[in-house]
């Protein structure tokens, strides 16, 4: 049962509920990561303006160990499954999927199913898919490692899994790296949006799939 808050939280609200970094409206030093949070609640929020209630599956790389050993994580502070339940509540409705590369860090709880890939290994997103099961997501997001050969590896190996309609999120994008990612984004007909929050170094890139039957895709980017 969702609470009266859950239901009708921001992003930001429910980012600082959990423990994620990307969005927040906490002073620096109250958060659980030791740098300022992102601001992408913005952008989410512009691609679902008001279909929490239809999205019906997410996807999401990037769990958030707290492990210093493990690339990419969030401090030892950092609170692992912080964005999986910020979607579950923010999309009172959907079911949601995390995977990560420590397996320490593999949950499950009321609509959150995790588990284990190295989103490098081409072999290993398979895996990945095979545990999933079928189905098609409304929305995917690429929080892992951040580098563009790993976010390559996770989008050519996943992209076939985004609903029609839905979107597919690179997130944490360092401003000068945008033209490697461009340069192999450039083979995927659907649209490509380029997006930098402002003052932020990190931008994301958010993708739609192309409609069945179109080689245009559902906009132009
Ligand atoms: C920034 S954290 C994710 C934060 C989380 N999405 C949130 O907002 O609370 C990045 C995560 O990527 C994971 N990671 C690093 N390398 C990876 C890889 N090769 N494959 C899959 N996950 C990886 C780390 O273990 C870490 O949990």
Same mark, same amino acid.
């Given at each position: 049962m969702l609470t009266a808050l859950q239901a009708h939280a921001d992003l930001a609200t429910l980012a600082d509920t959990y423990g994620?970094?990307?969005?927040?409206?906490?002073? %620096? $030093?109250?958060?659980?990561?030791?740098w300022i949070a992102h601001t992408y609640d913005a952008l989410y929020e512009f691609l679902f303006p008001t279909a929490r209630d239809s999205v019906q599956r997410v996807f999401e790389c990037?769990?958030?160990?707290? %492990? $210093?050993?493990?690339?990419s994580n969030m401090g030892p502070k950092g609170q692992p499954g912080a964005s999986l339940r910020m979607w579950r509540d923010f999309f009172p409705r959907a079911q949601i999927v995390g995977a990560d590369?420590?397996?320490?860090?593999l949950f499950q709880e009321e609509r959150i199913s995790t588990y284990l890939v190295d989103q490098c290994s081409p072999v290993s997103v398979e895996q990945l898919w095979e545990a999933v099961g079928p189905g098609q997501f409304d929305l995917m997001i690429d929080?892992?490692?951040?580098t563009s050969d790993a976010a390559r590896s996770l989008f050519e190996g996943s992209?076939?899994?985004?609903?029609?309609?839905g979107w597919y999120v690179i997130e944490d994008v360092l401003l000068e790296q945008f033209p490697d990612y461009e340069a192999w984004l450039e083979a995927w007909p659907g649209p490509k949006w380029f997006a930098v929050p402002d003052g932020e170094r990190w931008g994301l890139i958010a993708i739609r799939a192309v409609e069945p039957g179109s080689d245009q895709g559902l906009m132009h980017s």
């Open positions: 994620s970094d990307k969005a927040s409206r906490l002073p %620096d $030093e109250e958060t659980c990561y030791p990037g769990i958030g160990s707290a %492990d $210093e050993n493990v690339l590369i420590d397996p320490n860090i929080d892992g490692l951040h992209i076939h899994r985004l609903a029609p309609t």
